[in-house]
Structures are given as structure tokens and as C-alpha cells.
């Protein structure tokens, strides 16, 4: 029997930047992933010769090589990684599209400021108000209240269209609740987008995998693919180890868990009694690939937050998709263009249900429906922002390829498919189990750069520094 | 062991941990803080490879004697020194 100082399960984001942890300062660690490839919900998977991102659309918490304090610079340090490493191209622009308003922002938070003044002239000074409060906050206090952030920001800002176009982007791109986020990731996720921003790194997230697959291999810890946890062992409430679905016991006094707080606990043996709740967000994505740039279509933003109608609806949809909103991204569109065709993804918000309740044939006619409306919403788009420019035709796509939610659960094995976990978040890693500690997603930082954050901190703590729990 | 060289084995840490800073304008008596982009993370990792490179140990009250490059130096050579 293989015995460790620490287990880790899963090797995406949180996962492998932990193991990368605890394996600089000699820990053995057991890094387990049930996937053949790294990444979790944000690996990537070839077509043909294409190769595609499951998850990039941007890097957020972009910085300028040299800035300092930053989350981005926190990382890159604690795991030993040069700025350079990442080649990080910044965006150009992205646009938060309402039916009557819009609003560009860039990574300088002074262009979005001069936006609202101009859209809302009478809000302007509430927004900066708001600015002094998100940037005197301390978001990353594990020990933090939920806070209801719409009740938070309506004191600074009362027009009810900007707060929805504020909170747009930060919901799609980071909330696991409905409708609302909890104040200290809205502050998060304010600070990585709107004053920090986006960026790309070149060759998009395996060039990030690769650093991080390099750094275990200098350091002498193997990546266990194909090992599914399928229960984790406790004694008297206390972790032991985990057994895989092979039947291996694998003993360790220490296991960190990137899979979700619900998929964890529901594997915890003997069985414990929770009611930890599976999240509801979970998204389409359909990726197109055309020989013209994005760029030639009348498109010039990086990515675009859409929608149709006068309030955001941040909710799981009755439909199979949300009609109305929808983010997309165009990778050509940063700075530097690290892609030889055009690129364009959409993603909408989804019912994970409606899709998984499809049998064969329906689901794959479904995903056609969705394509044909993505095509449209496309063209539609053109025509709003580049009324001079002609539509684009199916005939010009050199490539497509959709996902949706049960995808994302086939790939990645969180519960209904989700992509921002539960809407409980253990903050501070714990568990009813002693020493089973909560990584990732579902310890409350999410994104590319928030889950490495969580499994840098969350190891430094209970894996280094011996914090008992 | 001399001042010099545990000067430079906190260096070369520093180096190691600040990948992107210039460590070799280091002003002794400035706090390294103050001149690099080191937070609280960082000065533990500095203490964990202390020990791991040269079983050197800090105990927690004693982390604001690493406050400047003099300072580490005048609390970490008698340390050093009483390894050998
Ligand atoms: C479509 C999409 C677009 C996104 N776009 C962006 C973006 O542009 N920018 C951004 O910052 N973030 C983006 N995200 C979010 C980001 O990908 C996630 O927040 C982040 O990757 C979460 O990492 P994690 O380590 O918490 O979890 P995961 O990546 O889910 O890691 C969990 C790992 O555990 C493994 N696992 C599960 N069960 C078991 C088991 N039983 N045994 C062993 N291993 C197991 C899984 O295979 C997986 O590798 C996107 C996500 C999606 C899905």
C-alpha cells in the first residue's frame, strides 16, 4: 500500500498548483486526476489539426510585467513562474451591450469611468464611490459574512440598467448564485475585470498547463491520470486516504480536493449526511472557426457581453438556452493574434436538466438549433455594431464544434455539469472531515487565476504551515 | 561561515522567489519590502527554504529580524555559524 504526506485529487487549476506546492518543500504528494489530460474545466481537446480551448476566454488579473501586489504577481511567485513565461497579450476592448446602452471598458479602469460618465452622467459620481469602496475591501478575508452585493452597490448606484450592466460580466464570468453574488467575490471579480482586465496568454491554456506540468516535473512529482477517487476513507472522522476504482488504497494524512464540495462529501466513507447543494449555472458554448478574421467582419471587441433584454437574467433558463444574453469571446482580438483562422465562441447560460433529459438523436437535432440561433445572433450582432459590413455566411465557417452541459459534467464530473460550483463555498477549505480540505472552485476562488490562488493558499496553510484543523 | 556569504544565500533566495525583480540594487539598510515585490507569503517561503536548503530555522517571533538584507544577515550568521 502507497503511503503519502498529502493527497491531491484532481489535476486542474487548483489541483496542480498545490501539488506544485507541497512538492517544493518535500511533501510527497499523490497528485490524482480521473481525466487523461490536465485542465478540468479548463482543458483544451484537438479537432482534426485544430486545437481548441475548452474554457479560455481570457486570462483575467492581467498586469504589466513589474506591477506589483498583484494576484497575478502573487502566483507567478509562489509558483516560482517568470512573468515572461506567460506571454501575456493584453485585450483590446470588450463591450457590455444592452439594448439601448452600451459600454466599453479596457484594462485601464478610467476608460470604463469616462463610459459611464458619458452613458449615465448622473451616476458617474456614485461609481467612484464605489470604486474607493471595492478598492479599500479586503475580498480575500477568509473569514468574511455573505453580503447580497446588489443591496451593497444599489447605495452607490441607482440606476438600475447600469447595475445590471455592471454586474453582467461579473455574474457570467463568476457566480455560482442566481441573480446575485456575494459581495466579497463581487469585489473579486470586479478587481480582476474591470481594474485589472484581461489577457491572453499565447497558445491559450496549454501554455499555462505546460509551465504548471513542467513544474511538477522538476520536482519530481507525478501526474496519476486515469485514477478515479470513487471514495475517500475516514476513520472516527478523520481522513485516511482514498481508494480508486481499481480497488487501490492510497494512505495519506492530508487530502485536498478539487472535485467540488458536494462531489467530494459525496464520496466520503463511511457515508456522511449532508444537504450541500449542487449549483445551477452551467453554460453552451459553440466555437466557430473562419478563414476572415474577426476583425474583417466589423468586430474589433475581445469580448462582448450581450443582451437583449432590459434586465440580465442570471439564472438557469426553463429553455435548454438562455435566448437573450450571451458572452462572446473573440481570441483574434488581443493585442497580439496568436491564431491563423478566425475565431469567435458564444456561450449562453443553460439548463443542464433540459439537456441531459434529451435522448440521442434529439440532443444532437438541439445542438443544431443552437448553432443555427448562434449563427443569427452573430449576424445580428454585425449588423448592430457594423451596420456597413455584409453578414456572414454558414459557407464561410472552415470548422465548428458545441458543447453544453452535460458535456462539461462527461469531462469534468461536477454534478449537473456546473461550472462555478455550489452556492456554498467553504471558505476556509473545511469539511466535516478533519483534514479533507476544499480546493478550487467550491473553497470560493474560481477562474484560471482565482482557483491556483485557492490551491496555493489552501496548501501553504494546512499542507506547510500545519494550520490544524 | 562569513556575513558575506550568508548575505549572498539570501540573495540567491530572494532571487529564486522574486523572479522578476533586479536583487542586485538591494539597498542593505532599506526594507526589503519596501524594495521588492515581497509580501508575507513570500518572507515564509523565504524562512521554509531557510530550512530546506540549509536547515537553518526561523521561529515565527523572529520573522521582523528578516525585515532588511542587514538585518537577515546579522540574525542568520550566528546560525549559519553554529551549523558548522
Ligand atoms: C466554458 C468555460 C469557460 C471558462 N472561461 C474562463 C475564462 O475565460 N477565464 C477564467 O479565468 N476561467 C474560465 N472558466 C472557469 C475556470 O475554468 C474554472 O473556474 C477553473 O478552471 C476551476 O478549477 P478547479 O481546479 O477549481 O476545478 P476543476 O478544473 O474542475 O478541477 C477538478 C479536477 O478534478 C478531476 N476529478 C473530478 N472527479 C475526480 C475523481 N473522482 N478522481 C480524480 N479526479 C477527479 C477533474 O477531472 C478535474 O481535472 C471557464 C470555465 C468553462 C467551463
Redesign the interface.
Known amino acids: 500500500m502507497r503511503e503519502f504526506d498529502a493527497i491531491v485529487i484532481g489535476a486542474g487549476m487548483s489541483g496542480l498548483a498545490a501539488a506544485i506546492r507541497l512538492g517544493m518543500?518535500?511533501k510527497k504528494v499523490c497528485l490524482l486526476e480521473k481525466h487523461t489530460i490536465t485542465g478540468g474545466l479548463n482543458s483544451y481537446y484537438s479537432r482534426g489539426k485544430r486545437r481548441l480551448d475548452v474554457g479560455l476566454h481570457a486570462l483575467t488579473n492581467y498586469m504589466e510585467?513589474?506591477e506589483?501586489?498583484k494576484p497575478l504577481?502573487?502566483l507567478?511567485?509562489?509558483l516560482?513562474?517568470?512573468?515572461?513565461s506567460l506571454e501575456l497579450s493584453p485585450q483590446k476592448q470588450s463591450r457590455i451591450l444592452f439594448p439601448e446602452k452600451e459600454l466599453v471598458f479596457t484594462n485601464d479602469i478610467e476608460f470604463l469611468t469616462e463610459e459611464i460618465a458619458k452613458n449615465f452622467p448622473t451616476q458617474v459620481d456614485g461609481f467612484l464611490k464605489l470604486l474607493t469602496k471595492v478598492r479599500e475591501f479586503d475580498e480575500v478575508n477568509l473569514d468574511n459574512e455573505f453580503l447580497p452585493a446588489k443591496d451593497v452597490v444599489r447605495h452607490f448606484i441607482q440606476d438600475e440598467m447600469l447595475l445590471e450592466m455592471i454586474f453582467c460580466p461579473l455574474l457570467i464570468y463568476g457566480s455560482a448564485l442566481e441573480d446575485d453574488m456575494d459581495f466579497s467575490q463581487f469585489v473579486i471579480m470586479f478587481k480582476s475585470l474591470y481594474l485589472e482586465g484581461f489577457g491572453r496568454p499565447e497558445g491559450g491554456v496549454r501554455r499555462i498547463l505546460n509551465l504548471l506540468e513542467g513544474k511538477l516535473k522538476e520536482l519530481g512529482v507525478e501526474i496519476e491520470f486515469k485514477k478515479s477517487v470513487t471514495e475517500i476513507l475516514t476513520q472516527n472522522n478523520i481522513v485516511t486516504g482514498v481508494k480508486l476504482e481499481s480497488g487501490e488504497v492510497i494512505h495519506a494524512p492530508l487530502v485536498f480536493s478539487s472535485m467540488g464540495l458536494p462531489e467530494t462529501l459525496n464520496k466520503v466513507f463511511p457515508a456522511i449526511h449532508h444537504q450541500t447543494p449542487i449549483g445551477r449555472m452551467s453554460f453552451t458554448e459553440t466555437l466557430y472557426f473562419f478563414s476572415q478574421k474577426p476583425a474583417d467582419m466589423g468586430l474589433n471587441d475581445t469580448i462582448i457581453f450581450a443582451n437583449q433584454a432590459p434586465q440580465y437574467a442570471y439564472r438557469r433558463p426553463d429553455s435548454l438556452f438562455q435566448k437573450e444574453s450571451a458572452v462572446i469571446c473573440l481570441p483574434n482580438n488581443f493585442t497580439h493574434d496568436d491564431q491563423s483562422e478566425g475565431v469567435i465562441r458564444l456561450t449562453h447560460i443553460a439548463n443542464y436538466d433540459a439537456w441531459k433529459a434529451l435522448e440521442k438523436t434529439e440532443y444532437k437535432a438541439q445542438k443544431e438549433n443552437l448553432h443555427n440561433y448562434d449563427f443569427d445572433y452573430l449576424n445580428q450582432l454585425i449588423q448592430r455594431l457594423a451596420p456597413a459590413k455584409n453578414a456572414v455566411q454558414k459557407t464561410d465557417l472552415a470548422f465548428k464544434d458545441l458543447f453544453t452541459p452535460t458535456t462539461v459534467e462527461r469531462y469534468t464530473w461536477h454534478l449537473g455539469g456546473c461550472v462555478y460550483g455550489s452556492p456554498e463555498k467553504t471558505r476556509r477549505g473545511l469539511t466535516p472531515i478533519k483534514n479533507l480540505i476544499i480546493i478550487g472552485t467550491d473553497q470560493g476562488f474560481l477562474g484560471i487565476v482565482g482557483a491556483m490562488l485557492s490551491g496555493i493558499s489552501m496548501a501553504?496553510l494546512y499542507g506547510?504551515?500545519g494550520e490544524t484543523v | 561561515m562569513q556575513p558575506t556569504e550568508v548575505r549572498q544565500i539570501v540573495l540567491d533566495i530572494i532571487a529564486?522567489?522574486?523572479?522578476?525583480d533586479d536583487v542586485t540594487k538591494i539597498d542593505d539598510s532599506i526594507a526589503l519590502r519596501d524594495q521588492l515585490?515581497l509580501?508575507s507569503?513570500?518572507f515564509?517561503?523565504i524562512v521554509?527554504e531557510l530550512k530546506?536548503q540549509h536547515k537553518v530555522e526561523v521561529p515565527q517571533e523572529d520573522y521582523p529580524k528578516l525585515a532588511t538584507m542587514e538585518s537577515c544577515v546579522t540574525y542568520l550568521t550566528p546560525k549559519f555559524q553554529a551549523l558548522q
Open positions: 518543500y518535500e510585467k513589474g506589483r501586489g504577481a502573487k507567478l511567485k509562489q516560482r513562474l517568470p512573468y515572461d501553504n506547510l504551515q | 529564486d522567489i522574486a523572479l522578476d515585490d509580501d507569503m513570500d515564509l517561503d521554509m530546506k
